[in-house]
Every structure is written in C-alpha cells, then in structure tokens.
Nanobody
Framework: QVQLAESGGGLVQTGGSLRLSCTAS????????MGWFRQAPGKERDFVAA????????YYATSVKGRFTISRDNAKNTVYLQMNSLKPEDTAVYYC??????????????????WGQGTQVTVSS
C-alpha cells in the first residue's frame, strides 16, 4: 500500500518562507505525477501545484504562480513545495497527492489515487 508522508508545515509571518516535503513509500508503483492541494477552514480543497515525474513539467494555480515552486527527487520518490512571499490567505492544510496513472488534467483531485494526511501551514499577519 502506497503511503505519503508530508512534513515542513508550521507557523510563519507574512512574507516568510516554508518548504514542504512529501515522500512516497510502500509497495511497487510507478509515479506519473505528484501534486499539492490545500484546504482553508470552511472552504473546498483547491489545487496548488503539480509536477509530472517524467520530464518534470510543472503546473501552478494562478494564486501561487511566481511565489511557489514545485520540484521532485525521482530517486527519493519525494516532491517538494517551496513557498516564498507567504500571505495570510495561504493559510491552509496542505495535502500531497500522487498519481500512478497518466492524466491530462492535474488540477483535478480525481487525477490522483493516493493522498497524504495533510500538514498545517499558518501565515500570521
């Protein structure tokens, strides 16, 4: 069974930075893409960023483009989310997701078949 372990969340002031990590483990699987989503209190879970494992093509939500960077370490089956210039509206639980099959649309939740437990990111004003 594939498991995703997230780390790196925490409390940071406006304008600060955090780096989230997510490592996939367990069983034998092929990674096609990994992504990050977030859910703020009282809101739906939204797409943040994604990366294709082969080729490394990246995708970003408009709200984070230019501030967040997604990257991967294929050998470690790990995806990172570097978050800079953080704003209070970035406060949310951040979820890592993995897809073991090809999908054209990586900003849909249904494109992923494994999810992490989430890590809290809080940006104070």
């Amino acid at each position: 069974q594939v498991q995703l372990a997230e780390s790196g969340g925490g409390l940071v002031q406006t304008g600060g930075s955090l780096r989230l990590s997510c490592t996939a483990s367990g069983g034998t699987f092929s990674t096609y893409a990994m992504g990050w989503f977030r859910q703020a209190p009282g809101k739906e879970r939204d797409f943040v960023a994604a990366i294709r494992w082969s080729g490394g093509t990246t995708y970003y939500a408009t709200s984070v483009k230019g501030r967040f960077t997604i990257s991967r370490d294929n050998a470690k089956n790990t995806v990172y989310l570097q978050m800079n210039s953080l704003k209070p509206e970035d406060t949310a639980v951040y979820y890592c997701a993995l897809s073991t099959y090809y999908s054209d649309i990586l900003y849909y939740e249904r494109s992923y078949n494994y999810w992490g437990q989430g890590t809290q990111v809080t940006v104070s004003s």
